[in-house]
């Protein structure tokens, strides 16, 4: 019998929960609290919701929102600096993947020394971080659970993905409550990174019973509750797709994910694109790719998406592909690359920037820069 390994940080689940923020980071010895978070989560109002609970459990804390999609690896310097001025102890992130993305990368920097570039790849982290408390506004990146954090070195024009169990937050706190300010158009973009979370997951030749069971639960959730609820964002469909992300989440630290995300951090290496939207663009393309590697899980994906089996397996995994498509269609946003990128000139390079990106090696199927460009003009 295999051996598994299956980490996950301590998770606080429910509406609510975020009272409890406090407390967790009381109990993981606080003293001065380095807030990480960013402007859009500010005007939703959890920011002040948050200053205020810390400050009825007594505790004091620190500010830090130079935070923009797609963390720059200047703005992880300017972080750690203040945390070091300042002295913080305990790195609490607020918001979606970009601001959780900027503490962990914070959190490195002030606990290993350097710079993030020289933590870039798996496992080159050496000294435990800071304790870390993360509370997602939206559900998607799961970087509150998960044991990867995302940086884009702006003189090299790459986004670096940096994998080390010591990434893992100590506890996360999702309260599904704060999916209720965001709008249709802020959910979106989320919804396709937790897709691809699943999928990718399941497929990943170091997939195993457990996370293969979240993978699932996940896209299940997902297929079931996107359509009511960008129709009402009524809060028991968001509550259900804040599960799904958490599911997902919870596969993917584990079994990690392949050629879709090394494809989405090329383009927003290249051209900030917002993470979500890549996949969005591309899921179905790269499921297309990697079928032939891995045709029986694709048609239990396809099962799932549709609610029915076709003839063959194959055939079943591409009408779940299909669906997927027309699910994008419904929704609304792009569905060919040239919608947000004008000039394709720099596909090429943008290829061989994915090539060198660490999450292909877990990939069910090799590609190569020229398949890797292949997919992009096909999406074009």
């Known amino acids: 019998m295999s051996t598994y390994k299956f980490a996950i940080p301590e998770i606080i689940f429910g509406r609510g929960s975020l009272d409890f923020v406090g407390v967790c980071s009381r109990r993981l010895g606080a003293s001065k609290i380095f807030v990480v978070s960013d402007p859009g989560v500010e005007e939703a109002g959890w920011v002040d919701k948050v200053f205020a609970i810390l400050r009825q459990e007594g505790l004091d804390f620190v500010y830090f929102n130079d935070v923009v999609a797609n963390p720059r690896d200047y703005q992880v310097e300017r972080g750690a600096a203040l945390y070091r001025e300042t002295g913080a102890d305990v790195v609490l992130a607020l918001g979606g993947g970009s601001p959780m993305d900027a503490a962990k990368g914070i959190a490195l920097v002030v606990s290993n020394g350097g710079r993030i570039q020289d933590y870039a790849g798996a496992n080159q982290v050496k000294n435990p ?17 998960s044991q990867f954090t995302v940086i884009t070195d702006m003189e090299r024009h790459i986004k670096m993905t940096i994998i080390s169990r010591t990434l893992v937050p100590n506890i996360s706190i999702t309260d599904p409550l704060l999916l209720g300010t965001l709008t249709r158009e802020l959910i979106i973009a989320p919804l396709f990174d937790s897709l691809a979370h699943a999928v990718e ?49 919870m596969a993917f630290t584990n079994a990690s994910v392949g050629l879709g995300h090394a494809l989405a951090h090329a383009l927003g290496g290249m051209f900030d694109v917002v993470h979500g939207i890549s996949h969005a663009l591309l899921l179905p393309s790269v499921m297309r790719y990697n079928l032939p590697a891995c045709t029986k899980k694709m048609a239990t994906i396809g099962r799932i998406i549709t609610g029915q089996e076709h003839t063959t397996e194959e055939a079943t995994a591409l009408a779940g592909i299909e669906a997927l498509e027309r699910l ?23 290829s061989q920037n994915a090539e060198k990106d660490i999450c292909l090696l877990t990939n069910p199927r090799t590609a190569t820069w020229k398949d890797i460009l292949n997919i992009y003009y096909g999406a074009w």
């Not at 971080?129 to 659970?145: A, D, H, Q, R, Y």
């Not at 170091?206 to 297929?223: M, R």
């Not at 994008?328 to 943008?350: A, Q």
């Open 129 to 145: 971080l800071p304790p870390m408390v993360f509370i997602p506004s939206t559900m998607g990146s799961e970087s509150n659970i």
């Open 201 to 249: 997951s399941y497929v990943s030749p170091i997939a195993n019973p457990f996370t293969e069971v979240q993978s699932l639960k996940g896209l299940d959730l997902l297929i079931r509750h996107i359509r009511p609820a960008l129709e009402t964002l009524d809060m028991d469909d968001l509550e259900q797709l804040a599960i799904a992300g958490t599911s997902s989440g």
């Open 328 to 350: 994008r269609d419904d929704i609304g946003i792009p569905t060919r690359l040239r919608e947000i990128l004008p000039d394709k000139t720099l596909l090429p390079k943008v």
